[in-house]
């Protein structure tokens, strides 16, 4: 079954911790990204990888961080630094970026911190 | 930079009823537009994308139309069931801009028995 799996679905954090969310998708797809939504908004892109170990930053990417070790998994840390870190993330993948071709998400991760 | 505008964020209606929902983008140079679908707590699901060439994408009872010298879109849903209770995303992509989405705020519908 083919899909991207983010976990957890909820993610409590004490502030000033670093925390890792996943993300993984067999679809083997280049692409893939990190938005964030939160309440009343649309999505705001965090960072995205158009291929294994490149990344670039999105429009909002102070005080995350990312990796791109694996095709399947691009996983996001949202540090200490990062002023407003409660929200729903979500996690895309598609085919390549630049050919237009439909984003697949994941079901997201709400992460509060306290 | 693009920005894009749903309107209203939320509308409540009977079943049954067909209704329209707007998005508008301040840029008009867009390679394409999306609607999205989000139930709670969900990711979103990718429901019409209509290339700047088209006029207009129909997929069962859903029909996305595409003005780019206006800047709107809009998404009409006809006769309504509870089932598309959600929220709606309107997304364009810049031209040059890669796969790169612009979301709108989204419209939360609310389809009443």
């Known amino acids: 079954d083919g899909g991207i799996t983010q976990s957890p679905k909820y993610l409590f954090r004490k502030e000033g911790q670093n925390v890792t969310l996943s993300c993984e998708q067999n679809?083997?797809?280049?692409?893939m990204y990190w938005y964030r939504q939160d309440p009343g908004q649309g999505l705001r892109l965090i960072y995205y990888?158009?291929?294994?170990?490149?990344?670039q930053k999105g429009d909002i990417a102070e005080g995350y961080s990312v990796s791109r070790e694996k095709k399947e998994s691009f996983p996001l840390t949202v540090t200490s630094a990062q002023k407003n870190p409660t929200a729903f993330y979500l996690c895309a993948s598609s085919i390549a970026t630049g050919a237009a071709s439909p984003l697949h998400f994941g079901n997201g991760t709400r992460l509060t911190v306290t | 930079k693009q920005e894009v505008t749903q309107i209203p964020a939320a509308l409540s209606v009977p079943e049954g009823e067909n209704l329209v929902l707007n998005c508008s983008f301040t840029?008009?140079?867009?390679?394409?537009l999306q609607w999205f679908r989000q139930d709670p707590g969900k990711g979103l699901t990718s429901l019409l994308l209509?290339?700047?060439?088209?006029r207009e994408q129909t997929s069962g009872r859903l029909n996305a139309s595409l003005d780019k010298s206006s800047g709107r879109s809009t998404l009409y849903i006809a006769a309504s069931q509870p089932g598309d209770s959600a929220t709606y995303l309107c997304a364009v992509i810049d031209n040059n801009a890669g796969n790169m989405l612009t979301f709108g705020g989204g419209t939360r519908l609310m389809v009443k028995p």
């Open positions: 990888s158009q291929i294994v170990n490149d990344f």
């Open positions: 209509i290339q700047s060439s088209q």
């Open positions: 840029d008009s140079a867009i390679y394409n």
């Open positions: 679809l083997n797809h280049d692409a």
